[in-house]
């Protein structure tokens, strides 16, 4: 007997409450779509968690525009993405602290400052690859006297990060200051680092690595070593190998007495950056500057170095490579040496092609090689690259964009890395959602609902997302931005009719590696079908921008291991048989090297993204 209890009591516990979101997207699948539909279980899976009360609740409070008030727990119960409020911290831990690791809080305001002749380590903070870490370092080791200071790691792996560090090493004397690594291989990054040893007295210091290896978002540093007497600077590098990042440096070793500066990378290897970097070296006294390479074999940016050396005093400055990059990138140098007085030694020794150089000192300047190429040369080399294939590989994924050819049985291809880097969220319930402002008129609203400060990183992040949502439609494109599950299938249906199916790569299994395509069906008998694509955008909750654009085939193929052979993979590829309206600087068609209008291109369905077709039978 009590077996059977047990047993009705678990047969009771799996039943879903028939109010709850889950249970209401199940019956709303089956009111729109044919009954003989396949349902979903990866549009369920992002169904709201919420419970039928929490839902009508937090509706209420929509209505009343209170939300915000109890913001932490909806967003707690409902999943979705929010950063933390942050308060002032109290702590502060004298020079004797030794840190290894540090990430209980997110907000350090004190270390080390006032030191005398003691040495300062703090090997990690906020280390742990975290998603969407809110951290502000606010102070390390100001005043200090003869103290040598190491800082290993901060903010390492981290996703979707909101980082400031606001002052090390100010006002120093003596001693060495080494900062190793600053927010290296980050996701959608928000960095801001405000200043690094300035007005410091005979100080050697060196910062190695600042936002290495990271992804797609904004990044500044406001400002090192300025007005520092007979210290001596080293930065190693800058950005590099960054992907479509923004980013912004403004004073380095500006009004320094007695420098030895040396800037060795900024911006390298960086593909679609968009750089700017105001000052370097600016109304410096007998100082010696070193900038050994800006922006060197970059893809598709857009640059500005606006000043540097500017009102120095018999000042030594180099500046060895202002490269030419790997594609074509928009630059401008705005002022270099300018107004300089008492024998200055200035040697420029390289200026890529393309660029604009509209000032630089014309007297006691040596500029070895300066390069401005004609439009149609640099088109001829363009497409000299294009057709070598040599121009690619480097910037795009093996196997992220590739031929349909290529969907055979048998082929060995490469797959992308598919997996979803984004934070896990859920969508909100349309009875929410709904009740929620969502347009670039309505931002206050939505700033305040989501508790975003003026230039935070919540701000940018809704602001992104909401111009791709309003942007005009390309040609021949139908396009919506979906809140809820439901809107998703009311778009879909919209375009496709009743009788539809929803298709998705099925794991990760096979990514970054090469992979044997095993049995491909073409969705429609492999004809030009119609097709609504979803992709997530980066919002609070789960959003997706949703369209569908003409000539498409759609297919399924079971992927292989390349070398068992064994099954691990099921995965959903699209290709795009009219690219003519696609930008000639497209990563498919630098990695395929051709042009627009001229091939399809092919891609897989990554990880939580999907695309709706008509249903087979």
Not at 230 to 237: R, Y
Not at 340 to 353: D, V
Request: with cysteine.
């Amino acid at each position: 007997m009590q077996v059977d209890l047990l047993a009705a009591r678990d047969l009771k516990a799996k039943v879903e409450n028939p109010f709850t979101p889950k249970a209401y997207l199940i019956r709303y699948w089956n009111q729109q779509t044919n009954q003989n539909s396949p349902k979903s279980p990866f549009l369920i899976s992002k169904a709201s968690p919420l419970k039928a009360a929490e839902t009508a609740s937090y509706a209420k409070l929509a209505a009343q525009n209170t939300l915000s008030s109890v913001l932490p727990t909806f967003c707690s119960s409902a999943k979705l993405f929010c950063f933390p409020d942050l308060s002032a911290s109290l702590e502060k831990h004298d020079g004797k602290t030794s840190f290894t690791v540090y990430n209980t809080a997110k907000n350090f305001t004190n270390y080390g400052t006032g030191g005398l002749g003691t040495g300062n380590s703090f090997k990690n903070y906020s280390d742990d690859g975290q998603s969407e870490p809110v951290d502000s370092f606010r102070r390390y080791s100001r005043d200090a006297v003869g103290q040598d200071d190491k800082f290993n790691s901060y903010a390492t792996s981290s996703n979707v990060a909101d980082q400031s560090f606001n002052n090390y090493g100010t006002k120093t004397t003596g001693g060495t200051s080494e900062f190793k690594n600053y927010a290296a291989e980050v996701n959608v990054p928000d960095l801001r680092f405000s200043s690094y040893s300035d007005e410091t007295n005979g100080r050697e210091q060196s910062f190695k690595a600042y936002s290495l290896n990271t992804n797609s978002g904004n990044e500044s540093f406001t400002s090192y070593g300025k007005n520092g007497n007979a210290a001596d600077n080293e930065f190693v590098g800058y950005s590099t190998n960054s992907n479509v990042i923004e980013s912004d440096f403004k004073g380095y070793g500006e009004t320094g007495n007695g420098a030895n500066d040396t800037f060795v990378s900024y911006g390298n290897n960086g593909n679609v950056p968009e750089n700017k970097f105001q000052s370097y070296g600016d109304g410096g006294n007998g100082a010696v500057d070193n900038f050994i390479s800006y922006n060197k074999e970059s893809n598709v940016g857009d640059n500005t170095f606006k000043s540097y050396a500017k009102n120095s005093n018999g000042a030594e400055v180099n500046f060895k490579n202002y490269e030419e990059d790997f594609n074509p990138v928009s630059h401008s140098f705005n002022g270099y040496g300018e107004k300089g007085a008492n024998a200055q030694q200035i040697g420029f020794k390289k200026y890529g092609p393309n660029r604009d150089f509209k000032e630089y000192a014309k007297d006691g300047v040596t500029f070895s090689s300066y390069s401005k190429k004609t439009t149609s040369e640099t088109e001829t080399e363009t497409e000299k690259k294009k057709k070598s294939g040599k121009s690619v590989n480097k910037w795009v994924e093996p196997g992220k964009f590739f031929r349909e050819s290529m969907l055979k049985e048998g082929t060995v291809m490469p797959m992308p890395d598919i997996k979803d880097k984004m934070p896990e969220r859920s969508f909100l319930p349309r009875t929410i959602v709904s009740k929620l402002p969502f347009s670039s008129s309505e931002m206050s609203a939505m700033k305040q609902i989501f508790h975003a400060i003026d230039n935070s990183t919540m701000e940018r992040i809704m602001k992104d997302a909401l111009k791709d949502c309003e942007r005009t439609p390309s040609q021949g494109e139908t396009k919506r931005c979906v809140a809820s599950a439901e809107d998703m299938i009311d778009f879909a249906t919209s375009v496709l009719g009743r009788d539809v199916a929803l298709r998705t790569t099925e794991s990760v299994k096979g990514s970054e590696q090469n992979i044997l395509i095993g049995s491909v069906k073409g969705i429609n008998g492999g004809k030009v079908t119609k097709s609504v694509s979803c992709h997530q955008s980066l919002f609070p909750y789960l959003l997706y921008y949703c369209h569908s654009v003409p000539k498409v085939r759609v297919y399924e193929a079971d992927i292989l291991d390349s070398e068992s052979k064994a099954k691990i993979n099921h995965g959903v590829a699209i290709c795009h048989l009219d690219t003519s309206s696609w930008s000639p600087t497209h990563g498919a068609f630098l990695a395929l090297g051709s042009g627009p209008g001229k091939i399809e291109v092919c891609h897989w369905i990554f990880e939580n993204d999907l695309t709706w077709t008509i249903a087979d039978h």
